[in-house]
């Protein structure tokens, strides 16, 4: 049996190792132009700022595939036959397969400005987009970033890093307003403002403009305003890299259509990850574009192929990030105006510093925090058990994780919480 998994990214690999650990003697081969050699991809920007080396960024030794029997095919897949079980590649052949699982990720975004394939504008995925803003870097005085999020965070870091003014154009009425409460999307425009970048609120690019030698030089707001630049950072979101299966027999939606075993809709191909789009039968399928959710589907991805009966359970949402030097986590559902939700919420009156529980009655169904560490394990625990909020003030200090000399503020936050509550 010899399996194929185009993309080397963490779905991939971690489909791969857990094959290997249930099958032994099958053949698997993964196929990336990227990279021979899987790399944390959350890492770029601490390889760009200095940090980090690109080996450091590598989780396994050079030699770790060879004794796993995992090969590492360095080219791009240029088509599939799905049907005929047959991939062609960018340096010429075709490879053939008994069974495929696609883990092709996101790509950044493009809403068809005019100049948005000019030199000096790009994303921030992947290793060529790395490569390619050095040689950018070296240009810029001043990038223009379109869009918030956590990518547009990075970049902005990674660029002032380097002395570079930047300037964020961001379409909601505060950073990442879509997706953070007011209170916490505020201390994000403040640190940012307080770093000396720059911030555009309610409204967009609309066109980036050319220097006459086919590069970057200035961008027009929806608003008439001209801003001079020679970066242009495209950030407004990811979505599914489905290119390579447009013109196959595999169906999409926003991403790949998959089921909760991510079998596509050919027999023997699977997809997983940020390209997956699992079918719910809901109101709205499921995408998720997170490190974490895209390890997670991977393990279930290869024990699917490798024979067993089991599906992916989303669980609980988390995410965490850094915004400059704030700190971010979020335990399931946070901002989603769900029906009959209520927020207690508490703010350190002097630091960037929040504790948010969203809950209905009576039970917690969300957890946000801003420069403050909770443990994972405990708030996941909470919401799952559906502990009632009374439970978790009573236990909110067991789930601090700061340092030990870091000050706790639970005795602050407890009462102050309870307050909301009568």
Known sequence: MHVAIIGNGVTGVTAAIRLRRKQPDWRITL????????????????VFMGHMTYNGTKPFEDDFWSVNRLDLRRDWVTRIDASGKCLSLHRGGDFHFDKLLIATGSKSNKFGWPGQDLKGVQGLYSLQDLRTLYDNAQHTRHAVIVGGGLIGIELAEMLHSRNIHVTFLVREPSYWSNILPMEESGMINEIIREQGLGLRLRTSLKAILDDGNGRACGVVTEDGETLECQFVGLTAGVSPNIDLVRDSDIET???????????TSVPDVYAAGD?????????RNL???????????????????????????PGIWFNSAKFLDLEYQVYGRVNLNVPGERNLYWQHPAQRQSVRIVHTEPDVIGINLMGIRYRHEVCERWI???RPVDFVLDHLADANFDPEFFDRHESDIVPALREQMS
Not at 31 to 45: C, K, Q, V
Not at 253 to 263: K, N, T, Y
Not at 278 to 283: N, R
């Open 31 to 46: 196929i990336s132009g990227e990279s021979r050699f899987h790399y944390s991809r959350p890492a770029l920007m601490y």
């Open 253 to 263: 939606g926003r991403g790949i259509l998959v089921d909760h075993s991510f079998q």
């Open 275 to 283: 390209c997956a789009e699992i079918v719910t039968g809901g109101e």
């Open 287 to 313: 995408l998720q574009q997170v490190w974490y959710t895209g390890k997670k589907q991977g393990a279930v991805a290869g024990d699917v192929i490798a024979g067993e009966d089991c599906t992916y359970d």
């Open 384 to 386: 799952s058990e559906q």
